[in-house]
């Protein structure tokens, strides 16, 4: 009797095994994507605040979700922007606040994940055309390197001033590009005494701070830099897409938000020699320790879930309505800006 129990045990949970092998894929399989071929428009791919994607497209994660995903760089976040709105790009790669700036213009867009929670943009000031900066103050009538006016780094660094009690008129904005190339112009315009200070992403930032041409005075590559200048944390990168894209595209968001999270979880564990072997030598101006220790002061910036949360999104519109007097905070309706519906079942099904 005791071996009949055994063998009936023995079989009842080989036929469970049995049955959960078969079901298995059906439980994982994932719908197809409506939009299987679709193009993506960044400004300045090569910049460290856009290395989830990167990675997602290096380590085939768009692949594996069904997608062929062409990713435009335009070398700058206005143009992916323009390409959107001109029908070139189903997909941005960009700020999140965009978003918001195009909702003022009428434009309903949406993001639906999140690259990195914190602007991951520094401002220094020349060692060598400010020599003994003690003070913010010390900026008046200078020039200021930005990656374009109105871009992210104007902003950061318009924010930054006007806690000196500087304003726009106070100071003189010039834009520096934000390619692959802009780190040598950068360098060079400081040498030459063309630039004061410098407002920009990694890895060109950290470049500049260890050679001893600029001297960090505010600093969002971190999250508590990020809340010293702004009062809260700020959503930066992340794509989005229109509205009606997001409603009649439903498969296709999320199998981009699927690889993008899965980019995201695979960060968390990233070794210094994965990154090494992932991203594209170009990308790291000629000096792969340079590379390394850029991402090294920004990883907490980088999102874990892809996911934005209430507070964050908050922050960047008081943050923008201070910049940009189109932006009024009053007109704009947060909840139509961004949806995490899409993060949420990224998260669940790679446990980021």
């Known amino acids: 009797m005791a071996a009949t129990g055994l063998r009936r045990r023995a079989f009842h949970q080989a036929a469970l095994w049995l049955a959960s092998a078969v079901a298995a894929p059906v439980l994982h399989a994932q719908p197809r994507p409506e939009k299987a071929r679709l193009t993506l428009a960044v400004g300045g791919k090569a910049s460290l605040n856009h290395l989830p994607l990167t990675l997602a497209e290096q380590l085939g994660f768009f692949k594996a979700e069904g997608l062929e995903v062409d990713i435009v760089d335009q070398g700058d976040g206005a143009l992916a922007v323009q390409a959107a709105l001109a029908g070139a790009a189903e997909v941005v790669v960009g700020a999140y606040a965009e978003t918001l700036e195009l909702q003022s213009r009428g434009h309903s867009y949406r993001a639906f994940v999140l690259l990195g929670r914190a602007p991951q943009i520094a401002l220094g000031v020349s060692t060598r055309n400010v020599p003994g900066f003690r003070a913010l103050e010390q900026l ?72 001893g041409e600029v001297r960090i005075v505010s600093d969002t590559r971190t999250l508590r830099g990020t809340q010293e200048l702004l009062g809260g944390p700020m959503p ?17 968001v999320q199998a981009l938000t699927h690889a993008i999270v899965r980019a995201l979880k695979w960060l968390q564990t990233a070794g210094p020699g994965d990154l090494i072997k992932t991203v594209p030598e170009s990308y790291m101006l000629g000096d792969r320790a340079l590379y390394l220790a850029s991402f090294n002061k920004l990883r907490e910036a980088i999102s874990h879930d892809g996911l934005i949360s209430d507070e964050g999104a908050r922050t960047t519109l008081r943050a923008l309505a201070d910049f940009e007097a189109l932006v009024r905070s009053e007109r704009i309706d947060l909840g139509r800006s961004y ?12 446990q980021a």
Do not use: W
């Open 140 to 211: 008046r009538g200078r020039r200021i390197g930005v990656v374009r006016p109105g871009s992210s780094s104007h902003m950061i660094a318009s924010l930054a001033l006007a806690r000196a009690g500087l304003g726009s008129a106070d100071v003189r904005y010039i834009a520096t590009g934000a390619g692959s190339g802009a780190g040598a112009g950068v360098l060079a315009a400081l040498r030459d005494g063309e630039l004061d200070a410098i407002s920009h992403t990694d890895p060109v930032m950290t470049m500049l701070e260890q050679r």
């Open 236 to 252: 930066t990168c992340c794509l989005y897409a229109s509205a009606d894209f997001v409603q009649r595209h439903p498969q296709t």
């Open 339 to 350: 949806t995490n519906e899409f993060a949420r079942r990224a998260k669940q099904r790679f």
